[in-house]
């Protein structure tokens, strides 16, 4: 898996096709004003890697701006929460490491839902998708 090559969307998933199972990575480039949701796990704790642009970081602790090469970690649960913006004139492409959770809870607090996942590692088996509102 080559982080430089060209995208095909703005992500690449690629811990199964390097043989991994209790490991994943994702490969995300954003266009300048894109932003990922802001969201915390329960299972899964994850690593970002910055390997372009200067993507902004946005956590309980407030916001910072990355640079290439930035590294952060996401422990599981509230702790965790985290949201990637891209405000500057360029592309920002970074990768997340996760450990793999089947099923997951995916809670995303400023839109007041949780999202539920199970079964995404088992392609010949059954998946459940879905998202609930947050009381």
């Not at 995300?28 to 390997?51: K, T």
């Not at 360029?90 to 997951?104: H, K």
Request: charged residues 25%.
């Amino acid at each position: 898996m080559n982080l430089f090559e060209q995208l095909d969307g703005d992500r690449h998933r690629f811990g199964e096709e390097l043989g991994a199972t209790m490991w994943g990575g994702t490969l995300y480039e954003l266009a300048p004003g894109q932003e990922s949701p802001y969201h915390w796990q329960f299972g899964e704790e994850e690593w970002l890697l910055v390997v372009a642009g200067a993507p902004t970081l946005r956590t309980p602790a407030g916001e910072r701006v990355l640079d290439t090469w930035d590294i952060a970690c996401f422990p599981r649960g509230e702790a965790g929460a985290h949201q990637i913006r891209n405000d500057s004139d360029g592309p920002a492409r970074f990768v997340f490491f996760s450990t793999v959770s089947d099923p997951e809870v995916v809670v995303y607090p400023d839109v007041g839902l949780t999202g539920v996942v199970a079964g995404r590692g088992r392609p010949d088996g059954p998946q459940v998708r879905g998202y609930m509102e947050r009381k």
